[in-house]
Every structure is written in C-alpha cells, then in structure tokens.
C-alpha cells in the first residue's frame, strides 16, 4: 500500500510542476502578443509612403480596447484589422507598435493577399520581409484580390472566427474539388526564382449574396517574374490543373448527343506527369493523364450502365479533359508565360542542351508542340444503374 502511495505522490507532484511550468509562461506570452491571421498588402495612398498593410488579429484577449486608432472588424467580432503605411513592410510593421502595446506575431497567419495594383506593379521587394522573417509560416496561403487586399480582410465570415481564417478553409475546400489553385508561400517563392516558370495565384473578390457582401475565390492571377500580367478562366485553370498534376477530385459535366441534357461524372483518380523529348535538335512536350470517375448524376432518361454506354462517355470525357489542357496552352502561349513549368523539366532532363535553349525559351515556348493525351476510365454508376425515369423499349 505504501508503494502505490509513494507512486500516487510523485504523479501528482509532476502534474504541479508542469502546470505551473506551461500555463505561466504561456499566459505570460500570450499576453505580449497580437496574433496575425491575415495580412493584405495594397498600394499606397501617398506617393512617400507606397505601401498600406492591413493586419489582421485575432481578439485573444482584449487587444481591441488596448487599440490606440480607428479600427476594422469592431463590434461583436472576435478579430480586429489595423491599417499603416510606409515605405517597406518591415517599415509598416514596425509602425503598429504606435497603436498596439504587442508584438506582431505571424506564426500562425493563415493568407497573404495581394490588392492588384501592388502585383501588377512588382511583388519581389514585398515578398522579401515574409521569406526573410523567422516566423513567418512558409504553408501560408498566397492570394491576389482583385480589389484591394483590405477589403477582402473586411469581410465578416458566418462560420468562421476571423476572415483570414475563413479564406484558408475555402482554399482547402478548392483543394478538394480541384478548380482553383492552392498556393502557398513556399510554393509562391520556388516560382518566383524559377528562371522561366510563371508564378500563379488564386484571385479572391467580392460578391453579394442576398444583400450579404462574400469573399469567393474567382479565376487564377498569372505573374511573369514579378508581376501580374494576366489571368486564367475557370476552364483554363483547371486545363493547367490537369497539366501539372494538381486535380484531387472535381465534376466534368458532358452533354448529351442531342444537347439537352448533362452527365456528370466525378473524378475520384487522377494523375498527369509531363514528358519532355529531344529529337533531331526538335523539343517536344507531351502531357500524359490518367482519369479515373464515377457516373454521379445525369438528367437524361438513357441507360448509361451498358459497357456500349460507357464507351462512349469515357471518349467524351478524355475529349473535354483535352479541350480544357489546349485551353490552357493557349493562353500561356498568348501570355508568353511558362505557367505549366516547361522550362526547368526540360532542364531536369536535359540540362547540357538546356543552356542553348534557356536565353530563347520564350520563343521557344511560342513554337512548342506539345501533345495532350487522356486516359479515362469510366468505374461506377453509383447505387442505381438506371435513371429513375428510365423505360424498356
């Protein structure tokens, strides 16, 4: 009895050290420091001062009364947005000491987004501070607004607890359903250093839904270097998400012969690889996809469960994912942008030949002949093999 006594007294003992060990120093911390979860970047009002940085912090424990200026997001928010300008990030950073008694802290932010004048303008010297920093998180997502960055921070969301946050789940969201891009900063930074591939990035905006302002995430921004030249539609992205092996998941909707009615079929295997060949001193590129999906919905009252039907539909499937990859090339060609990375996998491949090629590759890239071939695979129906409307003939 004695024994289990003593073991009791020392369990016991450990738990009050290491309470008091962790719940101190952490409430101590806790209490120095403004959380950041969003921080948006836009083009300076004055020309001496041509960066406006808004933050955005999570309300932990009373930082919007300790506030010395007009803030954003007050009221029955849990989350507060303060703006400054400067000439350098580090230098607006620094300025929110003027209106906080703490410390920025940017280890847990969650979205770095870019008002459009700034990326159309050059990002290289903003994105210095976020690379350089020790605590900034290189999984941070990267976005450009296609308004000003501090409006998008603005936008209260309904389930969430901050806007930054907000943003970071609906980009996992996109993640699964595979039609806009997920960018992160360390992803954002190896483009920007490529020698000739385009960075990309998701565009967010604003949009009304019943009187109600949303932030959605709308098409792709395509940089060449620094800045942003252009954009991509919704099928383009997801061409160039096809491309470059980034699909999870996502619906292809197909039309009937006759034009009347929709099959959709649901991606639940898909992997791309591209394949860079020399020939004759003659580059060429080819895109090999391999889909595999499953019959979710269709408004037609046909049997598609025959294996006659699923011929058919498999064809017209490798056919649309096709036409959305050449869509894709298009408009990197029109863009004179890399954005499918072609030119550091040649380089991969043939790094000797690659150094006569690397000073042309943009006319190069104009000239390409790249082929796009489509594996598709029809695998299940779902729990019914026939419409409900369905009759025998």
Request: net charge positive.
């Amino acid at each position: 009895m004695k024994k289990y006594i003593n073991i009791g007294v020392k369990i016991i003992i450990c738990i009050l050290v290491f309470s008091s060990l962790t719940s101190c120093r952490g409430s101590h911390e806790l209490n120095k420091l403004a959380i950041v979860m969003g921080v948006g970047i836009d083009k300076g009002k004055e020309k001496e001062y041509p960066v406006e940085v808004t933050v955005q912090l999570a309300d932990v424990s009373g930082i919007k009364s300790s506030s010395k200026d007009k803030q954003s997001g007050v009221g029955n928010t849990s989350y507060l947005n303060l703006q400054e300008s400067g000439e350098s990030i580090s230098e607006s950073s620094k300025a929110f000491s003027r209106k906080l008694n703490r410390r920025l802290f940017f280890s847990h932010n969650q979205v770095l987004i870019l008002g459009k004048d700034i990326a159309e303008g050059g990002i290289e010297k903003h994105m210095d501070f976020f690379l350089r920093y020790r605590e900034t998180r290189l999984l941070t997502w990267v976005l450009v607004s296609k308004g000003s960055a501090s409006d998008i921070l603005n936008i209260r969301p309904e389930l969430e607890s901050t806007p930054g946050r907000n943003i970071g789940e609906l980009i996992k969201n996109e993640q699964e359903i595979s039609q806009i891009p997920s960018v992160d900063l360390k992803d954002f930074a190896s483009k920007l250093m490529s020698k000739t591939t385009a960075p990309i990035a998701p565009i967010i905006e604003v949009s009304n839904d019943n009187d109600k302002k949303i932030a959605y995430l709308s098409e792709t921004a395509v940089f060449k270097k620094d800045r942003m030249i252009g954009t991509l539609n919704k099928i383009e992205t997801h061409g160039l998400l096809w491309g470059i092996n980034k699909v999870k998941d996502g619906i292809t909707v197909l039309s009937t012969e006759d034009g009347k009615d929709k099959i959709n079929i649901s991606t639940t295997h898909a992997k791309s690889r591209i394949i860079p060949k020399i020939k004759d001193n003659e580059l060429s590129i080819k895109i090999e996809i391999k889909q595999e999906g499953d019959l979710q919905e269709q408004t037609s009252s046909e049997d598609l469960a025959n294996p006659k039907a699923f011929v058919i539909l498999q064809k017209s499937e490798e056919e649309a994912i096709k036409k959305e990859v050449m869509a894709a090339l298009k408009k990197s060609k029109e863009l004179k942008a890399d954005i499918f990375g072609f030119g550091d996998i040649v380089y991969e491949h043939y790094p000797k030949q690659w150094k006569s090629m690397e000073k042309n590759w943009e006319q190069i890239l104009q000239n390409l002949s790249v082929d796009v071939s489509v594996d598709s695979k029809l695998r299940r129906t779902g729990r019914i093999t026939k419409p409900i409307m369905f009759k025998e003939e």
